[in-house]
Every structure is written in structure tokens, then in C-alpha cells.
């Protein structure tokens, strides 16, 4: 199963890697997480104050435990607290290849699928013990209500290069929100995010230039925000620069914020047309 995770790693096709295709297929996956528990509740009745040597985290209701990783690869055992229902308004679509699948616990959840910035269609999955999920960039779930606490094993490949993560209002399709999961442009996020807490306007232009170049979609957009609200001359120049660059990926998202700041602010209609008659 450890040589299907490195396989994988390498490139391999998800089916192709036997041993690990049984396992997130429900063959031997209780067994196998009962088996490592086992292995672990020994090693903590033994040494009570020994660390786990393994990455783990818990927050929100939701714990991890990173039980084996190969490069890009990570088998990892996700525990999830009991919840009411609360269907959620938005969802998060991300670049990365998961498969998971349920040990035990009782809940309801929703497999969403999104295209062309419409609304994402839905679909009703039951959680319990057996069930199975798929999920890539364009395709998601969402845990509505928890009646047991769940427990589910999920093997996950990260791109060499992943493409950006969309928050989406689910009613609407709406993207509200897009992060870098590139860990230098996530860097370039929160410097601009603390360049702008600082009100470093000397700061404006060096951050309107990383918007109009050619990193990241998010890391862009972020430098562009940060940069009209530090400095409003050099933050609508690069929003206008980008929103007429009709092959920037941005540019009709730009173009939409523009139309939104012209119709509340009147007066940058005034310094759009001075910028299209100095072009």
C-alpha cells in the first residue's frame, strides 16, 4: 500500500494502484485503521507523555492525523464532532485529487459540482460506514449534520502546480473568495495583507506592479486590493490596466469591480477617462 502511495506520487493512475484502490474502496480499511489505533493507544499506554509522531491537528469540530506521506501524497485519518444541521453557503473547490472513505459515524452531506460559474449542482450523500467520495477542482462536499461523530480515511495527491481555490457562494455560483495554494504566492497574500494593515502607501505602487504581472490569480487580486485601498490613484490604474488586458484571466473580474467602484465613487469615472486619455 506504501509502494501504490509513491506510485501515485510518481503519476501513476488512482485505479492502477491496487493495493491502495481496495483500500479507499472499503477492502481492509477498518481493519487497517483499527490495527493502526491499536498500534498507537500501546504506544501512549507506554509512554503516556510521548509525543505522536505523526503531523496531526483539531479544530472546529474536525481533527487529522497524518498517517503516512510519499511527495505529494498523504493517507490521513479524519475524525469529524457530532453537529446539527446547518446547510452551508458556500463551498470550497480545490486542486487536489481526494478519495475518502467512511469507518463509522452517521450524517448527511452533499456532493456539489461546479461549472462555468453557475450555480453548483447538488446532490444528496448519506454517511455512514461504506460510503465513498471523490473529489477534484471542480467537484466538492459538504457535511450538513453529523448524528455520530464520523471517522473516515482520506488519501489525497496535490498537483506539482495547483491552480487556485474558489470559494463559491452555492445559491448563486459566485466566487467570493480565491487563494494561492502555491506556498511563495500565499507569502506574497500576506505580505500584502500586512502591508495593508500597516497603511504602508509607500508601499502602493511596488503592489499595483505585482498585480499587473504574471504571478497567481490570488496573490494578484490580493496585491490589487491592498493596493486601492493604500493608494486609489495607483490601485485604479492597475484595476483598469488589467480589466482592458482582455486576455488577462482577471480581466472580467476586474472589469465587474471597476463598474461597482465608478457607480459608488463618481469621481473615479473622471480619473478612468483621464487614464484612457494618457494611454
Known amino acids: 500500500m506504501l509502494a501504490d502511495c509513491a506510485a501515485w506520487d510518481r503519476g501513476g493512475v488512482f485505479d492502477a494502484c491496487t493495493h491502495l484502490h481496495a483500500l479507499m474502496a472499503g477492502k481492509g480499511a477498518l481493519a487497517f485503521a483499527r490495527s493502526w489505533l491499536a498500534d498507537m493507544a500501546l504506544a501512549c499506554r507506554d509512554a503516556p507523555l510521548a509525543q505522536l509522531p505523526f503531523r496531526h491537528s483539531q479544530g472546529n469540530g474536525v481533527g487529522a492525523i497524518q498517517l503516512h506521506r510519499a511527495g505529494r501524497v498523504t493517507l490521513s485519518l479524519i475524525g469529524v464532532d457530532a453537529k446539527s444541521a446547518a446547510p452551508p453557503r458556500t463551498i470550497s473547490f480545490t486542486d487536489c485529487e481526494r478519495h475518502e472513505a467512511m469507518l463509522a459515524g452517521m450524517g448527511q452531506a452533499t456532493i456539489l459540482g461546479y461549472r462555468d460559474e453557475a450555480p453548483p449542482s447538488q446532490a444528496p450523500l448519506a454517511l455512514a460506514p461504506g460510503a465513498r467520495f471523490s473529489g477534484d477542482i471542480d467537484r466538492s462536499r459538504a457535511i450538513v449534520s453529523v448524528e455520530a461523530p464520523l471517522v473516515f480515511l482520506r488519501v ?27 506556498p511563495s504566492e500565499s507569502r506574497v497574500e500576506l505580505a500584502a495583507a500586512l502591508l495593508g494593515a500597516m497603511g504602508r502607501e509607500d508601499a502602493a505602487q511596488a503592489l499595483a506592479a505585482y498585480a499587473c504581472g504574471q504571478a497567481g490569480e490570488g496573490a494578484r487580486w490580493q496585491a490589487l486590493r491592498h493596493a486601492l485601498a493604500l493608494d486609489t490613484a495607483a490601485g485604479f490604474a492597475a484595476l483598469c490596466g488589467i480589466a482592458d488586458c482582455c486576455s488577462d484571466v482577471l480581466s472580467r473580474e476586474a472589469a465587474r469591480l471597476r463598474e461597482s467602484l465608478c457607480t459608488t465613487y463618481p469621481q473615479l469615472t473622471n480619473m478612468r477617462e483621464d487614464l484612457c486619455l494618457a494611454s
Not at 489525497?156 to 502555491?182: D, F
Open 156 to 182: 489525497a495527491r496535490e498537483p506539482g502546480h495547483p491552480e487556485l481555490t474558489r470559494e463559491v457562494e452555492i445559491s448563486t455560483g459566485r466566487v467570493l473568495h480565491r487563494a494561492s495554494a502555491c
